[in-house]
């Protein structure tokens, strides 16, 4: 399952419309080294892969559309069969022609010879200051160098823009391909998490639940994990971004797994938790169906048409009419939601764009107060919490926590694609009701 070439190729089309006499520059993302010389499995750009297709690092593409033969090039590592005995194949200038349908291509070792020409005639250039500082360098002495030397030549670009605004608002709203990704991805996600819900017994630690994910990851087909896989029991689940995996599974524990699968650079990002031994305890209970009642109503307010804060708003509002009917926040309802004194309960946001990226590009606002609205073909986590951390610290005036409920955590998070009529949950084949979780 690939995206269709000529879908990479109406996308340049798009930003080409855009930019009308600019030149767009995309960089490659760097190799990241994990110790030594050993690198990372090499991971595109996401915006340069959106784009073209091409996966591999050491390239530069560039968007032209006002030059009279070469609207778009590649600059690419050339094709080199001593190295690509040790690091793989390279499609080499060739291939950035033939497959990937670059008008011209050169070797990335040319860049500084090949470039000026695509810069020269353009008003502006488009270009995203990167974490790669010496190409950073190199755009903008070309760029000062051309501002240096208009006077005689009367044209050349007069201002550097970033790309985020052109490419972003597009990589928002996902294409039918696109959605195909997504569905194979979560699909992967949501099997990986029903076998993990199987295997998580009293015993077990929490990396042998992480292996079974993954495993199902690889054999489904996927790269991988899409982050590092969160797998926390008992209070460990209060940590949000919890990676160690190395606690032993006890009885009375809840599990909280947080894991995606990245498939051909699209991604899941699944949470469920869940009693191991089979049986939520009483203030479990009463917290998960806070949390559950939450998240089934934010997924109610994933609309077209709506403003993006609507569904966090709904859950927070949800979790705190929970907390406060448990006598665990107390005073006015819009005091507690306004002055954010649920935060000790629950500390993060209720969603994010989901895409090529975990956490998607995109607006979330227009300006400071509008919100983004909702649009057919946005995809977004909707993934309510509450933690109530053993040393939770309610904020001033607010009760000390029993110790009954301390070091529980829970969250629970769909990927939810925004349809013409409402919404699809992609992740709905991970059960997530309290009789399907209990034995
Ligand atoms: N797993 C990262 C997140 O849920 O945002
Ligand atoms: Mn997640
Ligand atoms: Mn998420």
Known sequence: ????????????????????????????????VMHNDVEYIYRQDSDFFYLTGFNEPEAVAVIAPHHPEHRFILFVQPKDPAMETWTGYRYGVEGAKEVFGADEAYSIAEIDEKLPQYLEKADRIYYHLGRDRAFNEKILSHYQRLIATYPRRGTGPVAIEDTNSIVHPMRQIKSHSELEMLRKATAISAAAHNRAREFAKIGRYEYQIEAEIEHTFRVEGGIGAAYPSIVASGSNACILHYVENNRQLQDNDLLLIDA???????????????????????????????????????????????????????AVRVIVEGLMDLGLLLGDIEEIIKEEKYKPFYMHRTGHWLGLDVHDVGAYKCGEEAWQTLQPGHVLTVEPGIYVACDIKPVEGQPEVPEKWRGIGIRIEDDVLVTPDGNEVLTAAVPKAIADLES
């Open 1 to 32: 399952m690939i995206v269709d070439r000529n879908e990479y190729r109406q996308r340049r089309e798009q930003i080409m419309e855009k930019i009308g006499s600019g030149t767009a520059i995309f960089r490659s993302a760097p190799i990241a």
């Open 260 to 314: 995606g699968c990245s498939y051909g650079y699209y991604n899941g990002d699944i949470t469920r938790t869940f009693p191991v031994n089979g049986k939520f305890t009483p203030e479990q209970k009463i917290l998960y169906e806070i949390v559950l009642e939450a998240q089934l109503k934010a997924i109610e307010a994933v609309k077209p048409g709506n403003p993006y804060n609507q569904f966090h708003d709904t």
